[in-house]
């Protein structure tokens, strides 16, 4: 027995709602990784090859947590 079609759409429906409510914090994440994680900070922005990562950090002490 399958997936009904019934089903596909309630987990598409809720799938549409969970990523428009992420949508809102993508920006936040995105500013917070450019300046913690600026090589991995591809969250709402990708970079292109040679770019420029770590113009924004002005104190590395976050990036020394473990």
């Known amino acids: 027995m399958g997936i009904t079609e019934k089903e596909t759409a309630k987990v598409l429906e809720r799938f549409s709602k969970l990523k428009a409510g992420r949508t809102s914090w993508e920006n936040h994440w995105q500013e917070a990784a450019e300046n913690v994680l600026p090589r991995r900070s591809d969250i709402a922005q990708t970079y292109g090859p040679g770019a ?15």
């Open 52 to 66: 420029k990562h770590s113009s924004k950090i002005f104190d590395n002490t976050a990036g020394h947590w473990k």
